[in-house]
């Protein structure tokens, strides 16, 4: 675990994001945080960080928990110009760390946000839905 994130940070954004059950669709269907961030882009993600605090770096391994969970779990791939990412889970979250700002003002972006939009980005998303098929979000 990153030192930016303390086991209260990773247990709030495990029960706001994974665990809690925020509705019920007619069908059944249990609705969980991460539920809302489908079929949008990585930066809907960067928005929920926000629950850790405001600090750059705390919010950054939040994202990076998020993002590395949400892969494994096989809810989302990355894609580069619609062309679906081959390489492991590890190596496409390092990837991320590697092309990381190490701030908002080493983005080039007065909001953060707009980084995911940024060549420098490494990828974009795509979420699955529930026929299994990959739809890509920006």
Not at 11 to 16: H, V
Not at 93 to 113: I, K, L, N, Q, T
């Amino acid at each position: 675990m990153n030192s930016n994130l303390d086991s209260s940070d990773i247990d709030l954004l495990a029960k706001d994001l994974f665990d809690a059950v925020l509705d019920v669709t007619s069908n059944g269907i249990e609705l969980h945080g991460v539920d809302y961030f489908e079929d949008q882009s990585l930066s809907s993600i960067w928005l929920a960080t926000a629950r850790v605090g405001q600090a750059f770096s705390k919010r950054t391994e939040a994202f990076l928990w998020i993002f590395e969970r949400l892969l494994r779990q096989g809810r989302i791939k990355l894609h580069r110009n619609g062309v679906f990412l081959e390489s492991s889970v590890k190596e496409q979250v390092d990837a991320f760390r590697s092309a990381w700002p190490r701030s908002v003002a080493d983005s080039g972006y007065e909001d953060f946000y707009w980084w995911f939009f940024d060549p420098e980005c490494p990828a974009g998303v795509a979420w699955r839905h529930d026929d299994g098929n990959y739809v890509i979000a920006d």
